[in-house]
Every structure is written in C-alpha cells, then in structure tokens.
C-alpha cells in the first residue's frame, strides 16, 4: 500500500470535514481552514496522507504549544491525529507520526503529545507507548489545567495525559 504525504491545501479543508462526517465525527471545515492559515504563517504543519489519491489521515505539529510545560520548554506538539476507520491498522498512522517525529527533530531534541483517556483513544495509546512516548510527570489536566490530588473530574475529550519522547533522530 503506497502512503502519500502533503501539505494541506485549501480544497483539502471540506473533504476532510466530509470524510469524517461520513464516519459520525463532527469536524467542521472551519477547523482546516484555520490550520491552513496556521500553515501559512509557520506556526503549525499540517501532514495530510493518502492513499491512492484519497485522504486517509492527518495530523498537525504545533510549534508552539498551547500546554504551558512544553510551551516553556520548547517542547513542538503533535496535536490532532486522526486517520480515517477504514484506513486504521494499514500503516497511516505510523507514517504520519515518523514524518512528524523527523520535521519537529530537525527543530528540537524533543516531541510532546496528549490523548483523551478513555477507550476511543485507545489505538493511539498503543501507538504512543509503542513509539517510546513517556508522561510528562504532570499528572491529568483537564482544560488545560493540571487536575489535583481529591479533583472530581468528568472523563470527557478534555481530560488528557501528555507525553513527551526524546528523538534520536
């Protein structure tokens, strides 16, 4: 299976939207229409995957993070990963995340990322711990808030574990 990589494009921004609309997720065409403008001004890339000419995934490096730890260290974020269901398990995925480690490893010695923690994150669980990602010592945070000792909290998208892996690249 032959995995292609690009750069978003401004007619990427509704089929991708579709593509995921069709599969019951909600993400607007807006939202890749502001990491296009993101793109072009540096501040974030896009990596878009297909397979034969079809879009099969995507994810974004956030050179500045928005999570004060890796902001303050300097520390690139892969943010937003998503591959299409019927092109999990055929590689994309893993593609994707060695040609996100290799661009953030010519800026930084190391790379960060965070995942929801119940079991629709599962398969990118996996592929992190897989990959050598270890937490980051801070615990849960949840908006962006780091959650303390007695916190009651609803597991929802917004309660994440960040991870970071040093590259050896």
Not at 37 to 63: C, H, M, P
Not at 122 to 142: E, H, M, W
Request: contains cysteine; proline residues 3%; charged residues 25%.
């Amino acid at each position: 299976m032959n995995i292609h990589l690009r750069k978003i494009k401004k007619s990427d921004c509704s089929i991708i939207s579709d593509a995921f609309l069709n599969q019951g997720w909600k993400k607007p065409q807006s939202q890749y229409e502001e990491y296009l403008r993101l793109q072009k001004n540096g501040k974030r890339d896009v990596i878009i995957a297909e397979i034969d000419n079809q879009f099969s995934g995507y994810l974004t490096i956030n050179w500045v993070s928005d999570y004060p730890p890796f902001s303050k260290e300097g520390i690139p974020e892969i943010v937003d990963f998503n591959v299409l269901k019927k092109y999990q398990r055929k590689g994309v995925g893993s593609v994707l995340m060695d040609e996100a480690e290799r661009r953030v490893g010519l800026r930084s010695s190391h790379v960060g990322l965070g995942f929801g923690l119940y079991s629709d994150y599962g398969a990118a669980q996996v592929l992190y711990i897989n990959r050598g990602y270890i937490p980051d010592g801070n615990g849960l945070v949840k908006d962006g808030v780091i959650i303390q000792k007695g916190d009651t909290v609803r597991v929802d998208d917004s309660v994440i574990l960040f991870l970071t892996k040093k590259l050896n690249l």
